[in-house]
Structures are given as structure tokens and as C-alpha cells.
């Protein structure tokens, strides 16, 4: 779904300097207001404000509303957690469809726009941290998605300077806590920071007609919401021009790895799945010049990150993707 969950590719390391709390807005979800006959967290949207902005928004008198997202007290510090649930929703003329449950850092939803949302922010963080519960019969299915995009305005245009997400796949019955890493693509210091949470992705809400494959009762609360760390490039343009891993996409689920750089070609390596799921591991390699071999047979088709470590202290990380 295009709306509130534009995440890229991972595309470029980062080194982890002193870890440091760093505030969101309303992060702790403590606070709510009536907008539009709704109640919602303050400096957040949520899916009622994503329908609005749909491209068939327009098209109903009254605005269409879908409850998924709503006040709990049922939290892990404070006085409120946010409860995303998705639910079954009668559109007119359009019929049911299983809606999720969206929330989304910023004040201003946009159909139109690759980063919707989102408020100004010029850190640099490692990851983003958040606690949450999670309950579903076909959690694995729905996809609830957690993710966090950093982006600054250049002549106009938003342009991306870090992201990450997390893909949920098993439930949790109590409060836990989560981390999703933010991979850079640039040394730049952003301006802006979009963060989205949603109780399912297997959708689309902003096609006519809607899409969905989501099952109704699946629910995500969420508390708590800070960015941790501090993330620095490192070497970026010699890195880039020094890793190569072809073919990718491969649709064998075999990969080659050259590298111009001794140290980069030996590093020891690990890949990761979209959950963040350490899928294959690799110890340094003796020196060589001859392309390492990376094995992802027994994979699921789908992105993965490949993570480098040096001996001289740098990480680099690649975007690999199997097509079976």
C-alpha cells in the first residue's frame, strides 16, 4: 500500500555511536483529540484520515468511517497505547473489505505524495524503538509492518536519507520490546521523519476498488515510540564502488560477490530476511581474488539485506533479492 508505507531498499552501512533517546512527538501515545468526529493521537494520522485522502475519498458525502484505530488502556507506560485493529468496513457501492489498522507520524495525509505525513527532524539515529502486543489467527498473512523513513526537501522534492521496517510474523501476548535498524543512502542530514505502523500491509486502501486479502480481528498495540543511537556514514563512495553481488535478482537463490577491496572481500558476513531474521552466516574468508559464493537456496523469493563487517571497523551493507 502505497499510502504510509513507502519504504526503499536497503542500500548502505552505518557505524552505531553512543546509544541516546531521542523524542518523537507524542511517541508515548499519551495523548488523543476529537478530529473529525474521530478520536485520535495527537501529531499522528490514522486510517480514517488515509480513506479522506484516497482517491475516492471525495467520492462519499459523509466521510467514511472505519474505527480501526483507537485509545487503550491497555499500555506498557503511561496513561494510553494506540490499539491498530483491522476490521471489516461496508463501503458504498464498493461493498466490504477487511480495513487495517494505520498509524502515522505527521499532521498531513496525502494520497499523492511518496512520504505523506511525517514531521521535521534532523537526528541521524540507528533504529527506532517501540513496544507492542500482537494477536491474530493469520498473523503471517496480514503482514502487520512496523517502519521509520528519514527524508529531506531538495528544490521541492523529498528526497530519502535512511529507512527500515519490520514485518511482524508471530504473535505476542505481553508487551515487547522492538528494534528496527535504519540503513542510510545518504550522508546528508535530513529534515523530516515518517514513521508507520499498520495491523496488516496485505492491502491496498488507495485503489479503486480497494484490495484486500487481510483477515478481520488481527490487532497491533503499539506504546512508547522513541529513536535510539546515533548513525554516521562511513566511506560511502568507496564502498559503493567496491562491492559487487550479481546476478541480482537471482532466480537461483545463488550469489556472487566481488569486491575490489581485499578487506571487504575477506569480511565475514550475514544475511537478513525482512523480518530481520539471520537467514545465512558466513566467518572471514581466506585472502583470494576469486568471487565469494553466497547461497540462498531453501529461500523464500523476496528482499534481503546483506550485512559486511571489516576487520578495519566499517559495515557495508547490499540489497539482495531472490525471484524464484
Do not use: C
Not at 19 to 41: C, F, K, M, Y
Amino acid at each position: 500500500m502505497k499510502t504510509f508505507l513507502p519504504f526503499l531498499p536497503l542500500a548502505l552501512g552505518l557505524t552505531l555511536g553512543q546509544a541516546s533517546a531521542q523524542t518523537i512527538s507524542n511517541g508515548t501515545l499519551d495523548t488523543w483529540a476529537t478530529r473529525n468526529n474521530v478520536e485520535a493521537p495527537t501529531n499522528w494520522l490514522n486510517t480514517d484520515d488515509a480513506v479522506a485522502a484516497a482517491p475516492f475519498g471525495a467520492l462519499f458525502p459523509t466521510r467514511l468511517q472505519t474505527g480501526t484505530v483507537t485509545k487503550s488502556t491497555d499500555f506498557q507506560q503511561g496513561t494510553f497505547a494506540a490499539r491498530l485493529e483491522s476490521k471489516t468496513v461496508n463501503v458504498p457501492i464498493l461493498g466490504n473489505i477487511v480495513a487495517p489498522g494505520i498509524l502515522a507520524l505527521g499532521n498531513k495525509p496525502s494520497a499523492n505524495s511518496d512520504y505523506p505525513g511525517g514531521l521535521p527532524f534532523t537526528g541521524r539515529p540507528a533504529s527506532m524503538q517501540f513496544y507492542y502486543k500482537l494477536a491474530g489467527t493469520y498473523i503471517a498473512n496480514d503482514k502487520p509492518t512496523a517502519g521509520v523513513q528519514l527524508t529531506r526537501t531538495v528544490n521541492g522534492k523529498q528526497e530519502p536519507i535512511a529507512s527500515g521496517m519490520l514485518i511482524f510474523t508471530t504473535s505476542a501476548d505481553s508487551y515487547t520490546l522492538a528494534t528496527v535498524p535504519l540503513v542510510y543512502t545518504s550522508s546528508a542530514a535530513p529534515d523530516s521523519i515518517h514513521i508507520a505502523f499498520a495491523s496488516g500491509s496485505n492491502v491496498s486502501i488507495t485503489t479503486v476498488p480497494p484490495t484486500s486479502s487481510l483477515t478481520a480481528g488481527t490487532t497491533l498495540l503499539i506504546d512508547n515510540v522513541t529513536m535510539v543511537g546515533v548513525a554516521t556514514a562511513n566511506r560511502m563512495a568507496l564502498d559503493t564502488r567496491s562491492l559487487t553481488v550479481y546476478p541480482n535478482p537471482s532466480t537461483s537463490g545463488v550469489f556472487a560477490l566481488q569486491a575490489d577491496e581485499p578487506a571487504l572481500r575477506a569480511a565475514p558476513y550475514s544475511v537478513l530476511d525482512v523480518t530481520g531474521r539471520v537467514v545465512r552466516r558466513a566467518a572471514a574468508a581466506p585472502a583470494t581474488t576469486a568471487p565469494r559464493t553466497i547461497d540462498l537456496r531453501g529461500q523464500a523469493a523476496g528482499l534481503y539485506t546483506l550485512r559486511l563487517d571489516t576487520s578495519d571497523g566499517r559495515t557495508v551493507v547490499q540489497k539482495l533479492v531472490v525471484k524464484w
